[in-house]
Each structure stands twice: as C-alpha cells, then as structure tokens.
C-alpha cells in the first residue's frame, strides 16, 4: 500500500491529486475509489491517505484511496450531510431468468388433481388416441398437442383494461411528414381509437415467457462490437491488404522505421507518421497542439491532390508529444517521387509509403496517417490472411456502418456531406460513408493489424482507435435451453401456446419434412374503447434511445447473475442479464417525455392523439386445448395477482403505456354439451376456477424450480420490483449528466464517464438504489 498526501480536490469535477511520499509523479484519483469513513467530499489538502495504484493511459491512477485517520482530522460539514445526492431509476431493468438445471423434468401432482376436476366437468375430452406425453414436461419442453381434436380446455377470457399513464398506439397510415421529422396518430377502428390484438399480445408473451421461464423468443443472435482500448490500441501495426501470386489475400506490414515487435507496443517512435491536415479546424481544440513546443508548432499540410491510398514519398521530422513524452514521424512534405523532395534537413528522414485518411471523425483529431516501411517498399515483411479475419473485418466495417448509417442519410438529405465535420459534429468515417467500396476485401486497401507473438495476424481493423468485433455471439451467454426454440417436438411453454416460426438457419432449408411452425392456441381481438377520458394535446417526445447491448454493465452479469462491470461477450462465463423490461412509472413526469423546448427534428417524433390516463378498454382471448398448467399460466400473466401493471406501446422509457388488466369473466367450453345437443352451446361461466387454476399454476411452478414459493423466484421478484408501485419516489429517466434534460439529447456522456472513471453497473432490479448523474469526465453532479 502507498502512501501520500491529498494535493489537490477538485470537487466539481469529481477527481483529485494524489503527491506519494516517495516523491515522483502525482497520482490521479476518482471520487468513486475513495474508501473509510472520509468521503470524498470531505478531503482536505494535506490529508496522509494510503493508496493502490495502477498505470492508466494518462498517466498514474489510484484504484482505491483512504485517509490515515488521525486526531481531529475528520471534519464533515453538516450541510453536505443534508443533501443527499441526487440518484434516478433507469428506465428499463432486466428480469432473471431461472438457470435450467433448476427445473425438475417433472411437475407435482397438483396440476393432475386440477385437471382431473375439470375432466369430471366435462370441460376437458378424454385423450384416447392422443399421443401427446402426459403433463409431465409442460414447465419444460416437449410436442405441441395438435389442432384438430379436443383434448384441452378450451373457452374465452373476457378482460378489462385501464390506462394508467398516458397511452399511445401508433397507426400505420396517417403519419405526416415534417421535413425531417414525422408526426404519428394513434391506431383507430372507424375513427374511434382501439388498441390492436397484436399489441396486446406482444405484451402477454412477453410476461408469460418470463413467468414460465419459456425461451428468449426474440434474441437477436449477432456479433457485437467494442471499442479497444488505447493502451491495446498501440500494438496495432499498420498494414496494406494484397494479394499475391496464387490469388490469395496478405497483408504487408509497414512499421515505419521502428523494430516491429509482435503483440507489444512499439520500443521507438509510432509505427505510422502523422499528417497534419486538421490543427487549424479542430472541432474541439487541444491545449497540446496548440502549445509553443515543437509538437504545437506543426502546421497543416496541403495535400496537392494526394488521396488516400495513394502511393508516394515523405519527408519526415521525428517529434515528442510534450505531455505523453512518445515520438512519431511528422510528415513534412509529401511528393509523387522521390526526387520531388525538397533537401532533408538535419534529422529528417524520407520514406515510401501510402497516405491513410479516415476523414475528420472525432472533434480533436488533428492529423491522418502516413503508412511505410523504411525507404524500400518491397523489403516490408508479408504475413499470410486468413478467412475468419478476413469474415471479421467484414462484420466489423457492417457493424460501423449500421450503426450509423441513419445519421448519414440524414445529412445527405440535409444537402451535406457526411465525410465532412457539420458544424461541431464530427464527419463519418470514409468506410461508413462509402458503403460499397467496404463490402469486400480490395487490393491496396490500407488497415491497422493485432499481430500475435506467432506473428500471425490475430484480426484487422480499419482506424488507429477502433472497434473490435467480440468472438462470442449473444447467444453464446445464454443457457442452450434458452435460446429461441428450434424443434417443433421441443418447444417451450410460450410457444406452445402463442405460437413458434422457426428463425436459426439450422441447414434444413428446403427440408420439407421438418415442422417450420406451429399456430399459437390463443386469439386476441382488438380492445375496444369503452370509456375516453380525453387525449394529451399534440406532443413532441423526447429521444427515445435505441438499445445499446454494448453497455455490458447494464447488459451482463457475472455467473451468478450478479451486477458488474468486469464481464464482456468474450468472457464465456458471463450471462446475459436476462429480459428486459420498462419499469412502471407512477407517473409520467412531462419534464421526461416532453422534448425540451419542444422541438422537433429527425431525432424525436411527435404523436397525435396520446390518450390521457383513465381509459378502459374491453378484449377477448379464445383459447383452445390448454392444459390446466397453461391456462394457469395465461390467467396470471393477465393480472399478475393485481400487483403488476403491463408496459404497452410507445414511449415506455418515457413514463407511457401503465396500463392494468382485469378479468371480467371466464367462460368454457364443454364440447360434449356443444357437440351433442342443439339446445345448449356448450359455453358456460366458471368464475370458481379462475384462482384454482392460477395458485395451482404458482404451487407447481415454485415446485418445479426447487423454490420455497412462488413468491421467491427470482423472476417473479423481478417482474414486481419493475411493475408494481415503486417502493422509493426516484425519478425514472435515462442517465444523463445533469436532472434537466439536455435538449441535445447528449445522454452519451453518462455513458462516456462512467465507463471511464466511476464503473458503476446497473444494480439488480430488486436492489436497485439508483444511479448518479455524471458528467463526460466522470463527475458526480448533485
């Protein structure tokens, strides 16, 4: 353990300076690693603390600090008590999911003895010739029952819904569009608003799948991208893609005039040369580039038609960058020959190589590249590519360029030019803006390379500070039984009872004789407006933002399910965090979903019509041949014991789409009465059934995962921490750095601070205590 005195606090920005007793270059520190009883708040200059430190990209950074307690030195301002920090909830959470060895392959006898009172009603068909397996794996996987018999209960719930919060259900048609911006209008039968079927039960999947444990249905099984280190970022060495005599692609190393060393950092100056082109247009200016050292006395070079990937010569000037004390070669001059060159001064250098440009796409980038390899081209080592990095390169630059390819268009159709900086935006990247030229490998292509120590080359990557495509899929972090089902003989309860569409490419295509899909056994009509309690005026939302899975603190868990900010998809015991759900909100603060300053642009939509809380809606669901368990099941995740309200439509994150169901009536079907008589039609009420059928379903669930009771699952101690009434009063809104929105919509920062500095993951759904607002540099705001 170190030891030292505090420097220096700076308490708005949340960090502070470390002097070490044993002299030497201070120690930086962040507010979240202060530890003891002194908070960070309460430092003061002077202060003897014990440290734990670690080499970071900017220089020394302590890990953890604490403060040598000492007589009278632990003064807390009683005001600063007071306050207590501003936290929030964030607008979505996730809900475990039960690990599958916990299941037992089969249920108790408490659903025989349910079932067997309805065979005694009538209500269930005897099963002779049936070849479905008994009820025995109907919490787990196994063969639908089939269509065109009875062996099933069968009949209709009749429900009730009610708006909580403002609700909005957008319409296909009508929608108008303002330049870049679109205004929608709630969905309408006979201009009357209504709420589809299709809507209603995407919501009641999406909590039977959760209660029953049922397959991710929609898991979305992709590579994702990360952004690599820095520090990792300097091994990459710069490379030219060819191919050689036998048509196969290679990569030429051009490490400049430095040693190349395999999986390391350079011992010397940096592989490539810069190329000032943007220190007098930098869209956020650096102190460094701007000083008086020979660093910041560099001035743009003109670049005379030179273009990227263009083959030519350089005069160069080695140059130490004052602050991070590395060298690299400035390029001073390029020309087509050699003899073009204007006469080397003293310690300059010239080199053959080829001009890498990226364009201008970060706010303080100040240079572009310069790739070579000595003076002789042809004497540059060639390593051999293969076919999967090849694969990854190219799954990488699709990622780039679907991540940003609305925000392209959108410039194109503003008459600008994405490869150039709009304003304070940066440009986009040349790959992302020229999408056909980055569909496949080309000759004389110019990328950075990780070259292992068998000097092979481990992937490749288009800029000096890139994303990197993870090894994992999505799918790799959740359990196989999880995963979407793939076997008509092996499906799931939700899908045995909503439906299943095969959806992995399994390579049956074209099979015949394999099951591909199987008809859901309930119906859902369109709910029908029975009371208006009026409309919110036309309103412009606020962003909504798209998911970022990337976010592995919010995304992952350790293998334990737990909250971290240590996992990645590369990290084969980390799991996915489970299924994400919008908490409920009790109320839906305008603050929130109201776009500041209303306005409107290609970044928010406006909706028309928003219905005010207070609404009721009526709806029925037909049902057929559900076995007791599941009809259970389906009656739960309609009511969800009268503690949960559902999440539906548009703008959940915002505080919309509260809405409460009730059942009004259950009624079924007895075939033998309605196949057997012409004076009865078999239907009848069975208002006494209801909660059988439901504990029923909650004893033999809770008996099945090997819990005390249903309401110790995990799952269902997830899904009410998200639904219910919030136990505290914190607002719900998406991480942002300060508690007015930004009408920028600059919610990234959050994100930008805290994977820098404070590392805080989203808690678990039932501990979750809020998170801080923090700024871009990692300070905590109040």
Same mark, same amino acid.
């Given at each position: 353990?170190?030891?030292?005195?505090?420097?220096?606090?700076?308490?708005?920005?949340?960090?502070?300076?470390?002097?070490?007793?044993?002299?030497?270059?201070?120690?930086?520190?962040?507010?979240?690693?202060?530890?003891?009883?002194?908070?960070?708040?309460?430092?003061?200059?002077?202060?003897?603390?014990?440290?734990?430190?670690?080499?970071?990209?900017?220089?020394?950074?302590?890990?953890?600090?604490?403060?040598?307690?000492?007589?009278?030195?632990?003064?807390?301002?009683?005001?600063?008590?007071?306050?207590?920090?501003?936290?929030?909830?964030?607008?979505?959470?996730?809900?475990?999911?039960?690990?599958?060895?916990?299941?037992?392959?089969?249920?108790?006898?408490?659903?025989?003895?349910?079932?067997?009172?309805?065979?005694?009603?009538?209500?269930?068909?005897?099963?002779?010739?049936?070849?479905?397996?008994?009820?025995?794996?109907?919490?787990?996987?196994?063969?639908?029952?089939?269509?065109?018999?009875?062996?099933?209960?069968?009949?209709?719930?009749?429900?009730?819904?009610?708006?909580?919060?403002?609700?909005?259900?957008?319409?296909?048609?009508?929608?108008?569009?303002?330049?870049?911006?679109?205004?929608?209008?709630?969905?309408?039968?006979?201009?009357?608003?209504?709420?589809?079927?299709?809507?209603?039960?995407?919501?009641?999947?999406?909590?039977?799948?959760?209660?029953?444990?049922?397959?991710?249905?929609?898991?979305?099984?992709?590579?994702?991208?990360?952004?690599?280190?820095?520090?990792?970022?300097?091994?990459?060495?710069?490379?030219?893609?060819?191919?050689?005599?036998?048509?196969?692609?290679?990569?030429?190393?051009?490490?400049?005039?430095?040693?190349?060393?395999?999986?390391?950092?350079?011992?010397?100056?940096?592989?490539?040369?810069?190329?000032?082109?943007?220190?007098?247009?930098?869209?956020?200016?650096?102190?460094?580039?701007?000083?008086?050292?020979?660093?910041?006395?560099?001035?743009?070079?003109?670049?005379?038609?030179?273009?990227?990937?263009?083959?030519?010569?350089?005069?160069?000037?080695?140059?130490?960058?004052?602050?991070?004390?590395?060298?690299?070669?400035?390029?001073?001059?390029?020309?087509?020959?050699?003899?073009?060159?204007?006469?080397?001064?003293?310690?300059?250098?010239?080199?053959?190589?080829?001009?890498?440009?990226?364009?201008?796409?970060?706010?303080?980038?100040?240079?572009?590249?310069?790739?070579?390899?000595?003076?002789?081209?042809?004497?540059?080592?060639?390593?051999?590519?293969?076919?999967?990095?090849?694969?990854?390169?190219?799954?990488?630059?699709?990622?780039?360029?679907?991540?940003?390819?609305?925000?392209?268009?959108?410039?194109?159709?503003?008459?600008?030019?994405?490869?150039?900086?709009?304003?304070?935006?940066?440009?986009?990247?040349?790959?992302?803006?020229?999408?056909?030229?980055?569909?496949?490998?080309?000759?004389?292509?110019?990328?950075?390379?990780?070259?292992?120590?068998?000097?092979?080359?481990?992937?490749?990557?288009?800029?000096?500070?890139?994303?990197?495509?993870?090894?994992?899929?999505?799918?790799?972090?959740?359990?196989?039984?999880?995963?979407?089902?793939?076997?008509?003989?092996?499906?799931?309860?939700?899908?045995?009872?909503?439906?299943?569409?095969?959806?992995?490419?399994?390579?049956?295509?074209?099979?015949?004789?394999?099951?591909?899909?199987?008809?859901?056994?309930?119906?859902?009509?369109?709910?029908?407006?029975?009371?208006?309690?009026?409309?919110?005026?036309?309103?412009?939302?606020?962003?909504?933002?798209?998911?970022?899975?990337?976010?592995?603190?919010?995304?992952?868990?350790?293998?334990?399910?737990?909250?971290?900010?240590?996992?990645?998809?590369?990290?084969?015991?980390?799991?996915?965090?489970?299924?994400?759900?919008?908490?409920?909100?009790?109320?839906?603060?305008?603050?929130?979903?109201?776009?500041?300053?209303?306005?409107?642009?290609? @970044?928010? /939509?406006? &909706?028309?019509?928003?219905? $005010?809380?207070? *609404?009721? +809606?009526?709806?029925?669901?037909? =049902?057929?041949? !559900?076995?007791?368990?599941?009809?259970?099941?389906?009656?739960?995740?309609?009511?969800?014991?009268?503690?949960?309200?559902?999440?539906?439509?548009?703008?959940?994150?915002?505080?919309?789409?509260?809405?409460?169901?009730?059942?009004?009536?259950?009624?079924?079907?007895?075939?033998?009465?309605?196949?057997?008589?012409?004076?009865?039609?078999?239907?009848?009420?069975?208002?006494?059934? @209801?909660? /059988?059928? &439901?504990?029923?379903?909650? $004893?033999?669930? *809770?008996? +099945?995962?090997?819990?005390?009771? =249903?309401?110790? !699952?995990?799952?269902?101690?997830?899904?009410?921490?998200?639904?219910?009434?919030?136990?505290?009063?914190?607002?719900?809104?998406?991480?942002?750095?300060?508690?007015?929105?930004?009408?920028?919509?600059?919610?990234?920062?959050?994100?930008?601070?805290?994977?820098?500095?404070?590392?805080?993951?989203?808690?678990?759904?039932?501990?979750?205590?809020?998170?801080?607002?923090?700024?871009?540099?990692?300070?905590? &705001?109040?």
């Amino acid at each position: 353990m170190a030891t030292g005195k505090i420097k220096r606090v700076i308490e708005s920005k949340g960090y502070g300076f470390i002097q070490p007793s044993q002299g030497g270059e201070d120690v930086w520190f962040h507010l979240s690693v202060v530890k003891g009883d002194v908070r960070f708040e309460q430092l003061q200059v002077g202060m003897e603390v014990e440290y734990q430190f670690k080499k970071g990209p900017r220089g020394l950074q302590a890990t953890s600090v604490q403060v040598v307690m000492g007589q009278g030195q632990v003064p807390a301002p009683p005001e600063r008590r007071a306050q207590p920090p501003y936290r929030f909830l964030n607008p979505y959470n996730f809900v475990r999911f039960i690990p599958p060895s916990n299941g037992k392959s089969e249920i108790s006898s408490a659903d025989t003895a349910v079932g067997s009172a309805l065979k005694k009603k009538g209500y269930i068909q005897p099963q002779a010739g049936s070849t479905r397996s008994k009820e025995d794996l109907l919490l787990g996987k196994c063969p639908p029952p089939p269509h065109d018999r009875y062996i099933g209960v069968s009949g209709k719930i009749i429900c009730l819904l009610e708006t909580f919060s403002p609700l909005f259900i957008s319409s296909a048609e009508r929608i108008e569009h303002r330049q870049d911006h679109n205004a929608y209008e709630f969905f309408k039968i006979d201009g009357k608003p209504a709420i589809p079927g299709s809507s209603l039960r995407g919501m009641l999947r999406s909590v039977f799948e959760t209660v029953t444990n049922s397959c991710f249905s929609n898991l979305t099984d992709s590579r994702l991208s990360y952004h690599l280190e820095p520090a990792k970022a300097l091994k990459l060495v710069p490379a030219r893609i060819e191919k050689n005599g036998t048509d196969a692609w290679v990569l030429r190393l051009l490490p400049g005039f430095t040693e190349l060393r395999p999986g390391k950092r350079p011992e010397g100056p940096q592989y490539a040369a810069w190329v000032p082109l943007y220190l007098s247009s930098m869209l956020r200016p650096s102190r460094n580039a701007q000083s008086s050292s020979p660093y910041g006395s560099r001035t743009d070079l003109a670049l005379n038609g030179f273009e990227h990937k263009t083959q030519c010569w350089a005069r160069l000037r080695l140059v130490e960058h004052p602050q991070r004390h590395f060298k690299f070669w400035n390029v001073e001059q390029l020309a087509h020959s050699e003899e073009q060159l204007s006469p080397l001064r003293d310690g300059e250098r010239k080199a053959q190589g080829y001009l890498c440009i990226t364009n201008q796409n970060i706010e303080n980038k100040h240079d572009e590249r310069f790739f070579f390899c000595g003076e002789d081209l042809e004497k540059a080592k060639v390593i051999s590519l293969n076919g999967k990095v090849e694969e990854d390169y190219l799954t990488l630059i699709q990622d780039y360029q679907d991540r940003h390819r609305d925000s392209v268009q959108s410039r194109i159709r503003d008459r600008k030019k994405p490869e150039r900086p709009d304003g304070k935006e940066p440009a986009y990247s040349r790959f992302i803006v020229h999408e056909n030229e980055s569909k496949a490998l080309q000759h004389g292509d110019l990328v950075y390379a990780m070259i292992d120590e068998n000097k092979e080359a481990e992937f490749i990557v288009p800029v000096s500070v890139p994303r990197v495509t993870y090894d994992n899929r999505i799918s790799k972090l959740l359990p196989k039984s999880l995963s979407p089902c793939e076997n008509y003989d092996e499906l799931c309860p939700a899908c045995r009872v909503f439906g299943w569409v095969h959806q992995l490419d399994d390579g049956n295509k074209g099979d015949t004789s394999k099951h591909v899909a199987y008809a859901g056994r309930v119906q859902i009509s369109h709910a029908e407006l029975k009371y208006d309690n009026g409309t919110l005026p036309e309103t412009p939302l606020a962003i909504l933002s798209s998911p970022k899975p990337t976010t592995t603190s919010f995304y992952l868990s350790d293998g334990r399910q737990q909250a971290t900010v240590d996992a990645d998809y590369n990290d084969s015991s980390a799991l996915l965090r489970g299924r994400k759900f919008y908490r409920h909100h009790k109320r839906a603060e305008e603050e929130n979903y109201y776009r500041a300053g209303g306005r409107c642009d290609d @970044q928010n /939509r406006t &909706v028309r019509d928003a219905l $005010a809380p207070g *609404a009721r +809606f009526e709806f029925n669901i037909h =049902f057929q041949n !559900l076995a007791p368990l599941e009809l259970g099941a389906l009656l739960w995740a309609l009511e969800m014991d009268q503690q949960c309200f559902h999440r539906l439509g548009f703008a959940k994150p915002l505080g919309f789409g509260s809405v409460k169901i009730t059942i009004k009536e259950l009624q079924v079907l007895d075939p033998g009465q309605r196949y057997d008589s012409l004076e009865h039609d078999g239907w009848q009420p069975v208002p006494n059934w @209801q909660g /059988r059928l &439901v504990e029923t379903f909650k $004893a033999v669930l *809770a008996d +099945f995962h090997r819990c005390a009771n =249903f309401d110790a !699952l995990p799952n269902v101690q997830d899904l009410r921490a998200l639904l219910s009434e919030q136990a505290t009063n914190l607002p719900i809104h998406y991480p942002r750095s300060s508690r007015r929105p930004d009408p920028e919509g600059k919610n990234f920062e959050w994100f930008m601070g805290n994977n820098r500095y404070v590392h805080q993951p989203l808690a678990l759904a039932t501990e979750d205590r809020g998170l801080p607002l923090i700024t871009r540099d990692g300070a905590v &705001v109040n």
